[in-house]
């Protein structure tokens, strides 16, 4: 049996290769599936198809993913994705999606981020949930057992092999004892241990991150992450909630308090159609300059659109401002800031197959790393779900009847029984939640878009206070369930992948794509290495395999004129 960690897009798709090739598979999540986080992704899957541009290949799309990661990309790992991902989208097609297509019924493809040719498939601007219920239908066909709301603590590992894992229902606290012969990790990144992130209350906080790690796994690159332009402020419990870019793309101007359209000052060519790191970088500025907002942001106005315009091409953020803060954003600007996005670090996986340094364990989507390097191409995230989905479902599937035995580990059971027992048991002084609040406000005010060696240093001297005080935490499960008991251990998580953060920031003495350092602010060379951390190691430099010259040969500077670069 194979266990799956993790219901999103990723979880789903390694489940259905792994049921589809007939391995016993069990899929756990912490949130109804339903509810994943891939249901948020709004601009589309990005396919070398041509079926709107013949000249395109998957060649010319890894050239554009390689180019715009800074060269901090796996090249293996792009060639991968960018190879296979036709088949992930006839994948899609085989389980039933409906894409948006021309009237010829050819897909339809779009330009999005710097990408040469039109190869982003879409379905409306809610892709992402598409995908989601289309995976979810396609689970269901196969009878694919899906636990929701078990929220998994500990990975269970003897000699360096996985043999299963250890968790709590979230509802009524039943442990759970689940022996694999492999485990797939889907469990998301890290962007919630930051004040204002895309990623709802308890998601993204590092879990993946964390049990990897006490797996004896290493993490690549956790200090690149992608903060979004345009996130909104309020109301607090929804701050972060993206405004899609397809605002900026549609005509969606910046301006700063003092009713200047500022993005002419940091690049007058694109001006709002810039790429993700400039725009955040540009608004960031204008608010640490005193020229935001009285909230902390700017303002994004499509009021001067026509009224069809926005109902037709931005349905869901005008809902969404509706909802959230009754406003009509035909008729007034929309306060938005800087937010936490995407990990495009994570937990360190070989290409061929996502296989981490523990035998049975692998990594997929956004817990992973190796495509994205320091910036990501809009649209990559989705096709990478679906491609190595695939190919991990299958490597864990040979790897589970490749077995003759599997040896267990009483004493590595007993830890994770005890771990939560004595966490149960903990009547301290110190709020879970507050401590939680504490890490968030350390990463938003020393690791945010612009980073230096004095904040990254006083933010590392705050987490070891914030660790100190976790020791005297108290847990309280009441009449609605074991949520407490579930922070406890997002805070364990958010705590180690802010150490991991702050540290390789640290160490990144350079700017490159969304890595700003305001003391260092050249691209270093020496830097294009991709920086691997544990917490037994510290910090080692992993060199990058060069780009095969039929790649390298097609990175070029592409054109952004009239498209939306991401």
């Known amino acids: 049996m194979v266990l799956v960690i993790g219901t999103g897009g990723a979880g789903l798709r390694a489940a259905i290769e792994l049921a589809e090739a007939g391995v016993d598979v069990l899929a756990v999540g912490k949130r109804p599936k339903e509810d994943a986080h891939t249901a948020l992704a709004a601009g589309g899957i990005n396919a070398a198809l041509s079926t709107m541009d013949p ?59 710097a990408h040469k040719f039109r190869r982003t498939a879409f379905a409306g601007d809610y892709t992402g949930l598409e995908i989601q219920r289309t995976l979810i239908r396609r689970a269901d066909q196969l009878g694919i057992p899906v636990l929701d709301g078990v929220y998994i603590t500990r990975l269970l590992v003897h000699d360096g092999a996985v043999f299963g894992a250890y968790g709590f229902d979230l509802t009524d606290g039943t442990r759970y004892l689940i022996h694999a012969d492999a485990v797939i990790l889907a469990a998301g990144g890290h962007t919630r241990i930051w004040r204002r992130t895309s990623s709802r209350r308890d998601e993204n906080t590092g879990d993946s991150f964390r049990l990897a790690v006490e797996a004896g796994a290493r ?45 002419s000052r940091y690049d007058p060519a694109r001006m709002e159609l810039s790429t993700r790191d400039r725009v955040a970088l540009a608004s960031y500025t204008e608010i640490k300059e005193g020229r935001g907002t009285p909230s902390g942001g700017v303002w994004l ?12 091409r931005l349905p869901r953020v005008y809902q969404t401002l509706l909802d959230l803060q009754m406003l009509d954003i035909t008729r007034e600007p929309i306060e938005i800031a800087p937010t936490a996005h995407y990990s495009m670090g994570g937990v360190w996986v070989r290409p061929e197959d996502h296989s981490t340094d523990v035998r049975g364990l692998y990594a997929i989507g956004e817990a992973s790393s190796g495509l994205h390097g320091a910036n990501r191409l809009g649209g990559n995230s989705l096709i990478e779900l679906l491609v190595f989905g695939r190919i991990t479902g299958q490597a864990a599937a040979a790897y589970s009847r490749s077995l003759t035995a599997h040896t267990r580990s009483a004493s590595a059971t007993a830890h994770a029984r005890a771990e939560i027992d004595d966490l149960l048991a903990a009547d301290g002084p110190e709020n879970v939640r507050a401590l939680q609040r504490a890490v968030r406000n350390t990463m938003t005010q020393h690791a945010g878009v612009v980073r230096d060696e004095e904040g990254l240093r006083a933010g590392l001297a705050e987490l070891a206070a914030i660790e100190e005080r976790m020791e005297k935490v108290g847990v309280h499960p009441d009449i609605a369930g074991y949520q407490d008991l579930a922070h406890a251990f997002d805070l364990m998580s958010a705590a180690l992948a802010a150490r991991a953060t702050l540290e390789a920031a640290l160490e990144r003495r350079e700017t490159r794509g969304c890595h700003n350092r305001s003391d ?14 544990s917490p037994t190691t510290g910090i080692t430099h992993e060199s990058i395999p060069a780009i095969p010259e039929e790649i390298s040969s097609l990175m070029e500077e592409v054109s952004t004129e009239g498209k939306l670069a991401e």
């Not at 395109?56 to 993913?65: L, R």
């Not at 993490?219 to 900026?248: C, K, M, W, Y």
């Not at 106005?301 to 037709?312: E, F, Y």
Request: hydrophobic content about 40%; glycine content about 8%.
């Open 55 to 113: 000249e395109d290949s998957w060649q010319q799309h890894a050239a554009d993913t390689l180019k715009e990661s800074y060269l901090l990309a796996d090249p293996r790992t792009a060639e991968i994705v960018t190879q296979g991902a036709a088949r992930g989208i006839d994948d899609l097609e085989r389980y039933g999606m409906a894409f948006a297509r021309e009237e010829d019924g050819r897909i339809s493809q779009r330009f999005f981020g």
């Open 219 to 263: 993490l690549r690159d956790p200090e690149l992450v992608q903060f979004h332009p345009s996130g909104i402020i309020e109301p607090e419990n929804a701050a972060g909630t993206l405004v899609s870019e397809a605002a900026r793309g549609e005509g969606g101007i910046l301006r700063n308090a003092l009713g200047e359209r500022f993005m």
């Open 301 to 312: 106005d499509v009021s001067h659109l026509p009224r069809q315009t926005i109902m037709t």
């Open 520 to 533: 260092y602010p050249d691209l270093d060379p020496a830097l294009q290495v991709n920086l691997v951390w």
